[in-house]
């Protein structure tokens, strides 16, 4: 049985995996530009990339050994707070180690923003994350309602003849992870800034094309993290949704009842599952990218410089 919880907890990771391997050698093969390798991209996104797929089974440590309560809420309440915590760390230390150019050549004076080198893609992407978490933060926080302690952690459903309640992902849980993606925001601005800046080295084509590799890790590993989280609300909220209860009235049938989104149940898990899969997989491939790509051929070669 344990290793069926393993292989349940652990598969997504694997087609994660998967899924980075064969987009990175198709962008290999798309590539006609001699990219260096970078072993530091490698360590820094492939350590955060490990530790969000080893955290399903840190988290199911207490169904196989006894650990005290604090250190269980301490473990549930992480997978909220950790792949933005990553993303962050990533980040600023993709940024902190962005090299200085060292044989900058010629005067080009269109400006350089942190756009410049940043497909609108990535932008359209990361915005339209952001606006969905905060959505559903709002929803989720406006439906809860405070425990004994006065966290806003509880969600209630009155149904006249008794009440349903369970824990919701409300105001308590989202005020840190809203705090951290306001801080991962700002870290990729500084980061895709960084990366624009500097002068161009010569020859400027292979400087713009590693360029843009880096603005598309930041990106990757900014939009990997906003999907990690993403996938630990909808988890929340699918949960939330399967609460039932029963009840009885004087002189009436007894009768079962739910919460009123249990209908997107499946849709929630879908979604989660499909966000979980996509975020880890963007973090593999940023790692990926830090390989050598291979010595082009001579007509390849001939194509980037003319």
């Known amino acids: ?23 990175w050698l198709m962008f290999r093969r798309r590539s006609h530009t ?16 490990i530790v969000a797929a080893a955290y399903p089974l840190l988290s199911a440590v207490p169904l196989w050994i006894e650990v005290p309560e604090g250190m269980w809420s301490a473990l549930s309440g992480a997978r909220f707070t950790l792949p933005l915590l990553l993303g962050l760390l990533t980040m600023v230390l ?8 060292t044989t900058p050549s010629g005067a080009l004076l269109a400006p350089r923003t942190w756009r410049s080198f940043l497909s609108t893609w990535w ?15 709002l929803a989720a926080g406006v439906a809860s309602q405070p425990n004994e302690a006065g966290e806003y952690v509880l969600y209630w459903v009155d149904l006249g003849a008794g009440a349903i309640g369970t824990t919701i992902y409300g105001w308590h849980h989202s005020l840190v992870p809203a705090a951290l993606c306001a801080l991962l925001s700002a870290a990729t601005w500084w980061t895709l800034t960084r990366i624009a800046r500097p002068p161009l080295e010569s020859p400027h ?3 713009v094309a590693a360029r843009r590799l880096d603005s598309a890790n930041a990106a990757r590993v900014a939009l990997g993290a906003l999907l990690l989280h ?4 909808l988890r929340s909220l699918a949960n939330t949704s399967r609460v039932t209860g029963s009840f009885s009235a004087p ?19 879908v979604l989660a599952l499909l966000a979980g899969i996509l975020g880890l997989a963007l973090w593999v491939f940023t790692a990926l990218t830090a390989l050598p790509a291979p010595t082009p051929s001579r007509s390849s070669r001939a194509s980037v410089h003319s």
């Open 230 to 233: 993403l996938e630990a609300i």
């Open 34 to 49: 001699i990219l260096a390798g970078r072993a530091r991209v490698a360590a820094i996104a492939g350590i955060a990339a």
């Open 123 to 137: 932008f359209v992407a990361l915005m339209g994350v952001l606006a969905l978490i905060l959505g559903l933060t």
């Open 251 to 269: 002189d009436a049938m007894p009768f079962s009842a739910g919460t009123p989104f249990s209908a997107l149940t499946g849709a929630l898990d």
């Open 1 to 23: 049985m344990p290793w069926m919880l393993i292989w349940t907890l652990l598969w997504p990771s694997l087609v994660s995996t998967l899924l980075a391997v064969v987009s």
């Open 205 to 207: 084509i292979m400087d």
């Open 94 to 101: 993709l940024g902190a180690l962005r090299r200085r150019p």
